[in-house]
């Protein structure tokens, strides 16, 4: 049974260029929600995808969009790069159809904004 | 929008002794109360969980007591062991959006 994965694992940018992030769910699950980690702090929420649609979102701007593909994998895509976009992005897969709430955590992607 | 705290910040025990950290959530809707661990650059792992019908849960070691009145819960781990020291993180959810505790520092010493 896999788990939740999460590509690639590290990622270098730099200012004002964008970035593409791709998880796929663990198997079953159909929602995947996207989080912004910085250094020391807990997780931030970013959206959540279900149906290929954006059910909710937290408190990011619109440089941060997302994706979700028939296959229930999803992509967070990030626009003209910050220093401050610098974080762990972690997705986190669940079954809304039963118990929804429970969601598990793919290993994350390091992105450094230089 | 939703506040959620969590105490103490950093939590020192010696080897054997029981841990409690507490989270206060602010949002009503919340009805569902579950605990990450965190080692550091690894991702956050559930370790346990409630729903608001239930006051009380245990898996072995952890436990998870929740006063919905008082929009609180705790997580207890009791005969600690260095392989938990982490960070721990509550989440309290509604509508599958989780909301991050700021965290607590576990630093158990053998």
């Known amino acids: 049974d896999a788990g939740v994965t999460q590509s690639p694992t590290h990622l270098i940018k730099t200012r004002g260029q964008q970035v593409t992030l791709r998880c796929s769910p663990k198997?079953?699950?159909?929602?995947v929600s996207w989080y912004q980690q910085a250094l020391g702090q807990g997780p931030q929420f970013i959206f959540q995808?279900?149906?290929?649609?954006?059910?909710q979102r937290g408190n990011f701007p619109d440089r941060f969009s997302g994706h979700q593909f028939p296959n229930y994998s999803s992509e967070l895509n990030v626009n003209a790069l910050l220093l401050g976009d610098s974080a762990l992005y972690l997705c986190?897969?669940?079954?809304?159809?039963?118990?929804?709430?429970?969601?598990?955590f793919g290993p994350g992607t390091r992105l450094t904004v230089l | 929008g939703e506040n959620v705290e969590q105490h103490p910040s950093t939590l020192s025990v010696q080897e054997g002794d029981s841990a409690v950290i507490k989270c206060t959530y602010s949002?009503?809707?919340?009805?569902?109360f579950p605990w990450y661990k965190q080692e550091l650059g690894k991702r956050p792992q559930l370790i346990i969980d409630?729903?608001?019908?239930?006051g009380e849960k245990k898996d072995q070691r952890i436990a998870v007591t929740l006063n919905k009145t008082a929009k609180h819960f705790s997580l207890h781990i009791t005969e600690t062991q260095p392989e938990d020291s982490a960070v721990y993180f509550c989440?309290?959810?509604?509508?599958?959006?989780?909301?991050f505790g700021t965290g607590t520092r576990l630093l158990v010493s053998p």
């Open positions: 986190a897969s669940s079954d809304t159809s039963r118990e929804g709430d429970t969601q598990y």
């Open positions: 198997s079953g699950h159909d929602t």
């Open positions: 995808y279900y149906e290929e649609e954006e059910r």
């Open positions: 949002d009503s809707a919340s009805n569902y």
């Open positions: 409630i729903r608001s019908n239930v």
């Open positions: 989440a309290p959810t509604g509508f599958q959006k989780l909301v």
